[in-house]
């Protein structure tokens, strides 16, 4: 249903090539504020994004910062299925007739335990790693930043790969597999300039990020819409940035624990399992029954097909 609910409206191949430059204009406007800011600070040479955190703005203001970009992207988005597709916003989030909240903080709070019971073991194997940092002032402006800001962030890659590009290329290839593939594949092209990708290697961190955006594309499929995918998203988010941040991770805030323990190879094979026990508990509390639908042709009526 998630995906026939796209095939309503305009969807021919020049409106999805429009929306997606507009999009993209839309974040390079978003950096902006970014670059103005290290410009006043007279930091105008940084290339490499992983220096972001520590170019003297403060890591509460870069990371509000850094999170704009997605913002205007989104917005941009939303704006194109409404004015370019003539479909509603809700078209590109769920199959029901409005966001299910339940389902997107039930997936989030079990997500955060599943990050803690991690995170715990790791810490009673090597608590030499874990350094603890008494909240103040700086880690509650940094809960309003992360609590208000981040959802923009992760709503943005949610609705463009999981939403908007997984129903077009199922409307595009009529194969619900594909576009899994495909998705999962650009979710993991987006995470290349994250600097653990650097520290760890390519080879396990785009293991890490394309086998993610399976995951959360196998939750949207199965639950016709985005609610889960976005739980999860926003566990893995904000639980990096606001209770333990990594040497080499992406988000280098104030965070309640900050950790120099090298755990990308657990952190695969932890998510692998707990992947695994999440869509079980998933499968059973939403009683999904009908796994075929991962794998078989979407079909389309003939007269709203896609033109391309």
Sequence with gaps: MFFKIANTGENHFGVYLSSI????????????????????????????????FS???????????????????????????VRLH?????????????????????AFGLWIFFNACFELFN???SPGDYTFRPPGLSFLILLLVA???LPLQIAFEEVLFRGYLLQGLGLATKSRMLALILTSAMFGGLHLANPEVIEYGLGKMMTYYIGTGVVLGIMVIMDDGLELA???????????AVFVSYEAGALQTDALFHSTA????????????FAVI???LLSRIYKWKDWGKIWRPINYSKNTELHV
């Design 21 to 52: 430059i507009l999009v993209i204009i839309a974040v390079l406007l978003g950096n902006l504020p970014l670059a103005a800011a290290l410009l006043l600070k007279g930091n105008i040479e940084m290339t490499d994004p992983g220096q972001l």
């Design 55 to 81: 170019m003297g703005l403060g890591s509460n203001l870069t990371l509000a910062l850094v999170v704009v970009p997605f913002a205007f992207g989104l917005f941009a988005l939303l704006f194109c299925v």
């Design 86 to 106: 003539k479909r509603s916003t809700n078209s590109v989030l769920t199959s029901r007739t409005k966001l299910d909240w339940n389902r997107i903080f039930m």
């Design 123 to 125: 810490y009673f194997m």
């Design 147 to 149: 609590f208000l800001f």
């Design 230 to 240: 976005l739980g999860v998203h926003a566990g893995t988010n904000i639980y990096s």
């Design 262 to 273: 090298d755990v990308v190879d657990s952190s695969i094979y932890s998510f692998l399992i």
């Design 278 to 280: 999440f869509i079980f």
